[in-house]
């Protein structure tokens, strides 16, 4: 053997060599550009134009499948994206990536109501003729509800194998679906809801602005905050006490399906501290069925006035739309009650309120003006004077005294001019049946308790958990 033919030659030319250095050189600068971790996060963020969610979950258990079963890396399609044409062939040439069917349903249509779009318009995407619509609307009374759309609003349709309807399908609120399938007999109509869950939820709010958007900020419809407003209407004047600062907290029912809320029900209990006072109200069903709202104790929330604002008085005059004034001589309605009584009698408010005035008011005299919530405004006039603390802007407490009998103004003798409005509308307050405002009857303070008590506690745990997760 020579010298020569004892070396081996060489398995591949070295022009070769070269070349499967740079691949594996480029493959490596991949590898640090595109960690496998970084490919697979951003592979989960693909949209892939598939007919319905089912399939894509089907399409992607196929593509693990396939890998599991090569054990085989799937290409990347952002490693590939940076990567020159040359580089992406033999990456893809070394590695071919399990090819991913995309399954269709050739009988399945789906279309989404836009803007102008009418029934017929959405029948001619999907291939149906016009006679197609008044075969459906015709088929049922009800089916006229699939042509009430709303944009954004999603049909299906299911086609036979020549192209005919044979169902449609649509969800029309979170609760509710329509469907119509065809029978010998044409086309049979069917609803279905569904039964939401209902569970309680709890949201907190401070008031940094108004309370309709501080509410909003927090989680609460307009009528939930609404509801809010009137469930504390006796005692917070929501139109002109909310300040900045003032706090709120809330237990709802919410009604829930599939994890997705759908709708609300009533408060349950809720707390609103206004100027550094709090309020606090749970809801209560007696054994009768009927609801309403209490202090944590079972006070009525719903304040009573007190029918006689002065004690021992008795009535001079009534409430009438066509008295003679027994000073201007002429008819004048008297759109409140006279309690005629000796000079200086304590006069006392009827109820919980905000003192609008507290000054002479024309020939009212020396007068009072209360406003109760945003329902109710009292009014008492022809005072001697006022009591001490009473003054324009301030809050008295029913039964609190607020001036004393007197004849100021046009009065013929001592006594107090009592007016009552309701939603600025005069009433007689001899007639009015007043909100009643009996507390939790005793036989039922057990069971109230027990609803009222775990409510109280849970709105003071909600609120201790946010306010440390706030701090973090």
Do not use: C, W
Request: hydrophobic share 35%; aromatic share 6%.
């Amino acid at each position: 053997m020579t010298k020569e033919s004892s070396k081996a030659p060489p398995l591949y030319p070295k022009t070769h060599l070269l070349a499967a250095s740079g691949i594996a050189a480029l493959l490596s600068l991949a590898l640090l550009v595109f960690p496998s971790s970084d490919v697979e996060a951003k592979k989960t963020t693909l949209s892939l134009e598939l007919e319905s969610p089912a399939e894509q979950l089907t399409q992607d258990q196929d593509a693990a499948d396939a890998v599991q079963a090569t054990n085989e890396p799937v290409a990347s399609p952002f490693a590939q994206i940076d990567n020159s044409a040359e580089d992406a062939q033999e990456t893809a040439e070394a590695a071919p990536a399990p090819a991913v069917e995309e399954k269709k349903a050739p009988n399945h249509r789906e279309v989404i109501v836009a803007k102008g779009d009418t029934l017929s318009t959405l029948f001619e995407k999907v291939g149906l003729p016009a006679t197609s619509v008044h075969d459906v609307l015709a088929s049922d009374k009800q089916a006229k509800q699939f042509s009430q759309l709303k944009h954004g609003q999603k049909l299906e349709f299911e086609l036979s194998p020549d192209g005919q309807l044979t169902s449609l399908h649509s969800k029309v609120s979170d609760l509710e679906t329509i469907t119509l399938s065809k029978n010998d007999k044409g086309y049979s109509f069917n609803r279905i809801t569904a039964k939401p869950t209902v569970r309680s939820a709890y949201v907190h709010g401070v008031i940094n602005s108004s309370l309709s958007q501080s509410a909003a900020r927090a989680g609460l419809s307009h009528s939930m905050t609404m509801d809010m407003a009137s469930v504390f209407g006796y005692d917070v004047d929501f139109a002109q006490d909310i300040r900045q600062g003032d706090e709120f907290d809330v237990i709802y029912e919410q009604k829930v399906v599939n994890g997705k809320a759908v709708g609300t029900g009533p408060i349950l209990s809720a707390r609103f501290t206004n100027r550094g006072k709090t309020y606090t109200a749970v809801r209560y069903t007696n054994k009768q069925g009927n609801s309403s709202y209490y202090t944590a104790d079972g006070n009525s929330m719903r304040k009573a006035f007190i029918r006689t604002p002065v004690d021992f008085a008795r009535i001079s005059s009534k409430f009438s739309m066509g008295r003679k004034h027994p000073i201007l001589n002429k008819i004048r309605a008297h759109k409140g009650v006279d309690y005629a009584a000796p000079r200086g009698t304590p006069i006392k408010a009827a109820g919980d309120g905000k003192v609008l005035l507290a000054g002479r008011r024309g020939g009212y005299g020396n007068t009072v003006i209360l406003q109760h919530g945003n329902t109710y405004t009292t009014l008492y006039g022809h005072m001697q004077g006022f009591a001490k603390g009473v003054k324009t802007g301030g809050t008295v407490k029913q039964g609190q005294v607020i001036g004393y009998i007197g004849t100021t103004g046009l009065s013929t003798g001592p006594h107090l001019h009592y007016e009552f409005q309701v939603n600025g509308v005069h009433v007689d307050p001899l007639g009015q049946k007043l909100p009643m405002a009996d507390p939790i009857a005793k036989a039922e303070r057990a069971r109230f308790l027990a609803q009222s008590q775990p409510l109280m506690a849970r709105m003071e745990q909600e609120k201790a958990t946010l306010l440390a997760s706030s701090k973090r």
